[in-house]
């Protein structure tokens, strides 16, 4: 069975420049998520989908985020415009359900170098 | 603190047995879990308990939980070169998990 699938694996964009990252979740998985992983830190959360629906995006800084889920499968996360703090791991993952019960499954991540 | 707290390195000959340490901040956590990130790939889920157990071994590893100091160890027996990794030490709270910093295990030949 695939796992969770991310593209592209690495991007180097100018600041100011858009960015997207996508995801391709666990077939079957309802849950997805977006987490943001800077160097030396752990993943944070930023936006839980269940289906199509953000149920939490209360970490996802909206001036210059956005994310969506159409058909409640692929998920797309969005940076317009890039800024240099930008810079980071960025992280899907997918479970079954909705909390802390279902195992979360993480993709390899998109590396994001923002100059 | 808000922090899920560990160590940020540890270095352990092979053979040897490997504790990392983690102090966790809400009581009221159910699940309390760690994980394994390779080089360049994504958290793998290595292991979790739950918050009313002291201790769950799982092959060479074994988890210990002091709920009264909020405090979790994990015990990777007769290390490995294969286990060199950063492990993360989480707890669900609020229906998210929170990950610590992460602590990054190498292995001495």
């Known amino acids: 069975e695939a796992g969770v699938v991310q593209s592209p694996r690495y991007k180097i964009i100018e600041k100011k420049q858009p960015v997207a990252f996508w995801c391709n979740p666990i077939s079957g998985h309802n849950t997805l998520y977006w987490y943001l992983q800077n160097l030396g830190q752990g993943p944070e959360l930023l936006i839980r989908y269940e289906n199509e629906e953000a149920v939490d995006d209360s970490q996802l800084p909206k001036d210059r985020f956005s994310a969506e889920r159409l058909k409640g499968v692929d998920s797309t996360l969005k940076i317009q415009p890039a800024e240099l703090g930008d810079s980071a791991v960025y992280l899907c993952?997918?479970?079954?359900?909705?909390?802390?019960?279902?195992?979360?499954?993480f993709g390899p991540g998109t590396r994001l170098t923002v100059t | 603190g808000e922090d899920v707290e560990q160590s940020l390195f540890l270095s352990v000959r092979e053979g040897d047995s490997s504790v990392i340490n983690c102090t966790y901040t809400?009581?009221?956590?159910?699940?309390l879990y760690w994980y394994k990130q390779e080089p360049g790939a994504g958290l793998q889920l290595l292991t979790y308990i739950f918050s009313n157990m002291d201790m769950k071994q799982d092959q060479r590893l074994t988890v210990l939980l002091n709920k009264k100091d909020k405090h979790l160890s994990l015990r990777i027996a007769d290390t490995q070169t294969g286990d060199s990794a950063i492990y993360f030490c989480?707890?669900?709270?609020?229906?998210?998990?929170?990950f610590g910093k992460g602590t990054r295990l190498h292995i001495l030949p």
């Open positions: 993952a997918s479970s079954l359900g909705q909390g802390a019960f279902y195992e979360q499954y």
């Open positions: 989480a707890e669900n709270r609020d229906d998210k998990i929170i």
């Open positions: 809400d009581s009221s956590s159910t699940y």
